[in-house]
């Protein structure tokens, strides 16, 4: 009798470990693997699993998180890429957004001296508060500022650890559809300093896409000025893994 009692009390603490540990699971995508979120995260026993998501950085427990450090917000503010990221995680009910690095870096400069010689984009202030505010108050997407990357990672077993967390939603969102012209935009846009306005003018100035990548550098200058050699050279880049 104690044998059997001894064999329910192992198997109960068995399914409690492994109950606990299909909690503290998150889904993370792949290119967040350049990131130390991900090694913060393993020393907190999180279960970890890499997928390429459509949207979102990280899924825990059915909330879609974006991080961005304050240069990849402010160049994802800049190329618009980030205005479609807000939109695509409207999908899920529960997001939030990261904004990481504050202990390093500040968001905006008020003085225009600092903003000419430490935010090399050059953006007014102004510009990234209405941003800010938009993101809250427009698309209801929570911020949170954390310090670094273990900061952030701290943040996550947090709201793991929250009531308001629910279960895992599936991790195959899709980007918002767009129309057949916006498709065009979209892969234009996706050129560093490339936003809409600019994209619209080479796809009115050279029709399609191919003959974009095909045009010589001094026709791209045109629209591009300097930026056509980065263009240029992300186009010839070779492919090596």
């Known amino acids: ?30 290119r967040e693997k350049a990131s130390l979120v991900p090694s913060y995260l393993r020393r907190q026993d999180f279960e970890i699993e890499f997928k390429q998501l459509n949207v979102a950085d ?20 800049l190329n618009k890429r980030l205005s479609k990221q807000i939109k695509d995680l409207q999908q899920y009910k529960k997001r939030l957004l990261i904004i990481e690095g ?7 400069y008020e003085n225009e001296k600092e903003v000419d010689s430490k935010n090399n984009n ?7 508060r209405g941003f800010l505010l938009s993101i809250t108050l427009k698309y209801n997407i929570p911020i949170i500022y954390t ?29 918002i559809n767009l ?43 045109e629209v591009l000025g300097k930026k056509a050699e ?6 010839e880049r070779e492919y090596k893994t």
């Open 58 to 77: 990280y899924l825990l427990r059915g909330i879609a998180i974006e991080r961005k450090t304050i240069q990849d917000f402010i160049n994802s503010m």
């Open 147 to 175: 310090k670094n990357e273990e900061d952030t990672a701290k943040y996550l077993e947090v709201l793991n650890k929250k009531s308001f967390a629910s279960k895992d939603k599936s991790w195959q969102a899709q980007k």
């Open 179 to 221: 129309d057949k012209y916006e498709q065009l935009q979209f892969v234009i846009e996706s050129f560093p300093g490339i936003g809409p306005k600019t994209s619209r003018k080479l796809l009115e100035r050279f029709g399609t896409i191919q003959n974009i990548i095909l045009a010589p550098t001094e026709s791209l200058e």
């Open 102 to 108: 504050i202990e390093e870096e500040e968001l905006y």
């Open 122 to 128: 050059g953006l007014n202030p102004n510009s990234i």
């Open 1 to 30: 009798m104690n044998k059997l009692n001894d064999i329910f009390s192992s198997l109960r603490k068995e399914n409690k470990e492994k109950t606990k540990k299909e909690i503290k699971k998150i889904i993370i995508d792949h």
């Open 230 to 235: 980065t263009v240029r050279e992300i186009i």
